[in-house]
Every structure is written in structure tokens, then in C-alpha cells.
């Protein structure tokens, strides 16, 4: 007997759905899907968020001096002639760095060996690659998740059965974190 179900894919096929679903179930809060792939996407969900809830608070501050080049009213870098070429001027600024202790690190790596980058993308359409921002979901599930769940010993997501999917017949189900 399996201790998972084959969902009808292959390994790699089957690996993938469950990544994208479990990403955008920690995203999106709810999604909708059979009841056979809510049941699995759980499992992958609840553990990273008692990762999360492990290692919420488990690093240190440190100041840095960082280097940040100089801009105009524009936001074009101000730059000055050195030796024949157009260098840029930088600004030493200070600030505060959060430092992950080993087994936090450790957990992020686990984390994003699960979860799929996301990108939003602005609505209007207009510059699509230079206004996109890259969500960093490690840190969602530390400081946006994690927090919701530090007196819940289990149980973070809620399988909601909806009904038969009117083209072929399969249960549906909503599966949200609770």
C-alpha cells in the first residue's frame, strides 16, 4: 500500500501540481480544487506552516552599513566623471539586517525546495517587467502565517466538500486555512 495518492501523473507531474497548489493555498489563503488533491496539498501545507511556527522568531538583528547609489528628482543614478568614465556616487546608509540562525535558514531552504516563486504582476498592463514584484513566501509564512498560528498545535487548513464539478463529475472541494 502507497502512503500517498498517484493522482493519475507521473512522479514529476504529480510533484509539480502539489508544489502549485500548496503555493497558491499559502498565497491566496483558499483554493479550489478535487477533494483527492486537497486531502494531499494539506499535508505539504500544515507542515511548512509548523516549520513557520517553529522557527517564527528565530534570528538576529545586526546593523550594516550599506552602500546605496545616489539618485535625482527622477530616480535616474547621479553619476560624476573619474579618470575619463562616469562613475556612480553611492551614500553609506545604516541599517537593520534580520539574520536567520541555522536552523531558521535551514527551514527557508526547505520551504523554497516546496513552494514555486511568485510574481504579481500589475493589473493595467503597463511595464509588466519593470513594475512586477517578486513575493518572497518564506517570509510571508514567517511574518504574515506563522504569527496566526503560534497557540494552534495542528490543524491549520479546513477542507470544505462543494459538490460534484458539472463536466466530469469529480468532488469538489475548497480547502483554506483556517
Excluded: C, W
Excluded at 37 to 65: P, S
Excluded at 164 to 170: L, M, S
Amino acid at each position: 500500500m502507497t502512503r500517498y495518492r498517484k493522482l493519475g501523473r507521473t512522479s514529476s507531474q504529480r510533484k509539480a501540481m502539489l508544489r502549485n497548489l500548496t503555493t497558491n493555498l499559502l498565497y491566496h489563503g483558499k483554493i479550489r480544487t478535487t477533494v483527492t488533491r486537497a486531502k494531499e496539498v494539506r499535508g505539504l501545507a500544515e507542515r511548512l506552516i509548523t516549520l513557520a511556527v517553529a522557527e517564527k522568531d528565530n534570528f538576529d538583528k545586526v546593523q550594516a552599513e550599506i552602500k546605496i547609489p545616489k539618485r535625482d528628482a527622477n530616480g535616474n543614478r547621479i553619476k560624476k566623471e573619474e579618470n575619463g568614465k562616469m562613475v556612480t556616487q553611492f551614500e553609506t546608509v545604516q541599517r537593520t539586517i534580520y539574520k536567520d540562525k541555522p536552523s531558521r535558514l535551514a527551514a527557508r531552504r526547505k520551504m523554497l525546495s516546496v513552494l514555486y516563486p511568485v510574481t504579481v504582476v500589475p493589473q493595467d498592463g503597463r511595464k509588466k517587467r519593470s513594475l512586477s514584484q517578486s513575493i518572497d513566501m518564506p517570509r510571508k509564512l514567517f511574518e504574515e502565517i506563522a504569527p496566526k498560528y503560534v497557540d494552534r498545535k495542528g490543524g491549520y487548513t479546513r477542507i470544505i466538500r462543494i459538490g460534484q464539478r458539472k463536466g466530469d463529475g469529480a468532488e469538489e472541494a475548497f480547502l483554506e486555512l483556517v
